[in-house]
């Protein structure tokens, strides 16, 4: 049985009554610790024969590894705006992750019994303005974004939302590849994980394999309402356990044949960018909102030490010998040439934003062979991208972890060489290292 339906990602600020407007769709009443959703909430609605699969986010933009990674899996966007509000700083960073997707959003706003008609019209008109002022174009305007006013609490306007969601659904591209995605992960009594996993097309059979890009996984259990099942279809979700599968992963139900990436090309698109930095914090909560967004640029940037206590002598003469700063997260001000201080968590993430967008890989050589000479390591390279050059600070990459050094020699044939091209071999002297075939040397803008 072939089903439609589609993914929803319910998006908005904190309070903006998102759990409010899941609780009447659904006839369920949600608690909420503060007011705040923590945790990804999977629901799943039957209207008119079509199944819809609504994503609750969590409402502050520190969880925003989970956010983008619902943003990625939704076919639909369903954006709540409180009318008192408007387009909050936290919002508009959700927004415009959105707006790169080129999907369909349904942009709600909220509360519109709590202010006056003449209010309400001045307060819709500016939150058009600034919806457009991002790039969305609404359907009023020749767009395909659609915008409702509604009140959660009273259920006005969500016959309309979900006969839109409906109409939306019908015209969405369908895939010629089988696939689905992981949608949550919660942990289990059978001290494994329960994950529940959606297909987008196609069906599964019990004992079938789910093909991840660097992994496959056999079906042993499909878990739907309570019952086991041997089939499962799209647009219906089931829980199964396993303690390999990650939140927003993609799969597919038929083996992918991938293209292998040339590791040289890769670098001279200068995709992979390398920055440290010590991250140290006064509290617990500050610590947690970090780790949320720190793995979004984990892939770019290392965080040498994470802590969590007062900024001491000893973390400064730390950065000194390591040469690395210190971010440090605090309502305490901090004045080092070695700190960098931030009062809350959108600063650092801007911050952390524009740092491995303007690193460039300048150059680059990799280990061949090594010589001792005089109680000295040489590395025998070859550069394998850019001009590599006398006395510039490196990075490098050496048993998945970084250093730092700097060149004191280059040679080629036993002569002295103020830089080597690109596809040559040289000797080259660093300082303080002790080198392994195979480690990269990088030098950065």
Aim: glycine share 6%; net charge positive.
């Amino acid at each position: 049985m072939i089903n439609s339906g589609a993914i929803l990602g319910v998006f908005g600020d904190v309070d903006n009554g998102k759990t409010t407007l899941l609780s009447k769709i659904f006839d369920k009443i949600f608690y909420e610790k503060e007011g705040i959703t923590q945790k990804t909430r999977v629901l799943e609605l039957n209207y008119k024969k079509s199944f819809f699969i609504f994503i609750d986010t969590p409402g502050h933009y520190g969880f925003s590894t989970t956010i983008n990674k619902i943003i990625d899996v939704s076919d639909i966007y369903i954006i709540v705006i409180d009318i008192l509000v408007g387009l909050s700083k936290n919002l508009i960073l959700i927004l415009k992750y959105i707006l790169k997707k080129k999907k369909n959003s349904i942009f709600l706003i909220n509360k519109i019994d709590k202010v006056s008609y003449i209010e309400k019209k001045y307060m819709i008109r500016k939150i058009k303005k600034d919806i457009l002022g991002l790039g969305f174009l609404l359907e009023e305007n020749g767009g395909e974004n659609l915008l409702i006013n509604i009140s959660a609490k009273k259920k006005i306007g969500i016959e309309i939302l979900l006969e839109n969601i409906f109409l939306l659904s019908s015209i969405l591209k369908k895939s010629d590849k089988d696939f689905g995605y992981v949608l949550k992960i919660k942990s289990s009594r059978y001290m494994k994980f329960s994950n529940i996993l959606i297909i987008k097309n196609g069906s599964l059979n019990i004992k079938d394999n789910i093909y991840f890009r660097n992994k496959k996984v056999r079906i042993t259990n499909i878990k739907r309402n309570g019952l086991f099942l041997k089939k499962i279809s799209n647009y219906l979700t089931f829980e199964f356990l396993s303690d390999s599968l990650e939140f927003g992963e993609k799969f597919y139900l038929k083996k992918i044949k991938t293209k292998v990436k040339n590791k040289i090309d890769v670098l001279k698109k200068n995709v992979i960018f390398f920055k440290s930095f010590i991250f140290k914090t006064d509290c617990f909560s500050k610590y947690y909102a970090f780790k949320k967004i720190m793995f979004e640029f984990e892939d770019k940037i290392n965080f040498l030490i994470l802590d969590v206590g007062k900024l001491l002598l000893s973390d400064i003469k730390l950065s000194e010998s390591l040469n690395q700063d210190i971010i440090f997260f605090s309502e305490k001000k901090c004045f080092n040439k070695f700190v960098l201080y931030f009062s809350n968590i959108y600063e650092i993430y801007n911050f952390l934003k524009k740092i491995y967008k303007k690193s460039k890989l300048l150059s680059q050589a990799k280990v061949v062979k090594i010589f001792k000479k005089n109680e000295k390591y040489f590395c025998g390279c070859k550069v394998l991208l850019g001009v590599l050059k006398n006395n510039k600070k490196v990075e490098i990459f050496s048993k998945k972890k970084i250093s730092y050094s700097e060149i004191l020699s280059l040679m080629i044939k036993k002569y002295k060489k103020d830089s080597v091209n690109e596809g040559e071999y040289c000797g080259v002297l660093l300082k303080n290292y002790k080198p392994i075939i195979g480690d990269l040397i990088s030098v950065y803008e």
